[in-house]
């Protein structure tokens, strides 16, 4: 399974704003940079991010991105909601009953799938949901002021 793109910006979006120094917000632009990625497309991200509770965002000079809870209380599992909808793939009846008659057998066949299915979706969402976000950063990674930082001189951060 491959995590889309912008769930991998989201997971760093979080994690930068985690290790932003004084929990000061930052901007989209400074995040875009920093990610190597455009304005406009990590503004979707961010979107998502804020409707989804897990960021803020604060309008004006000062304003920018911020968390809204401690990163030690954000999951991976809450990030890949935000972005992601899990949902089970839709058995249908059509392929199989073009080739198989109507019978207890089949219905009891497709019924199996769809709850190995659901019981797969059931360990996913719980495995992603194991992982705090804190764990992926440095024990006692220092701030880091994003807005003034040579990413590509630094080695990109603390994580």
């Given at each position: 399974m491959k995590m889309n793109r912008s769930t991998e910006q989201a997971v760093f979006v979080v994690l930068m704003l985690a290790l932003q120094e004084g929990q000061?917000?930052?901007?989209?632009?400074v995040l875009?940079?920093?990610?190597?990625?455009?304005?406009?497309?990590?503004k979707k991200v961010l979107r998502t991010l804020t409707t989804s509770g897990l960021i803020a965002a604060a309008a004006g000079r000062e304003g920018g991105f911020t968390l809204t809870r401690p990163i030690e209380t954000i999951t991976?599992?809450?990030?890949f909601d935000a972005m992601e909808r899990v949902e089970l793939p839709n058995t249908?009846?059509?392929?199989?009953?073009?080739?198989?008659?109507?019978s207890r057998h089949l219905d009891e066949a497709i019924a199996r799938v769809d709850d190995a299915f659901a019981q797969?979706?059931?360990?996913?969402?719980?495995?992603?949901?194991a992982l705090p976000l804190?764990?992926?950063?440095?024990?006692?990674?220092?701030?880091?002021?994003?807005?003034?930082?040579d990413v590509e001189a630094s080695g990109r951060g603390d994580i």
């Open positions: 000061r917000p930052v901007t989209s632009t875009a940079r920093g990610l190597g990625t455009s304005d406009s497309y990590l991976l599992g809450d990030v249908t009846r059509d392929l199989a009953s073009r080739l198989f008659p109507p797969a979706s059931t360990a996913f969402v719980a495995g992603l949901a804190s764990e992926l950063l440095e024990p006692d990674a220092a701030g880091v002021d994003w807005a003034n930082r």
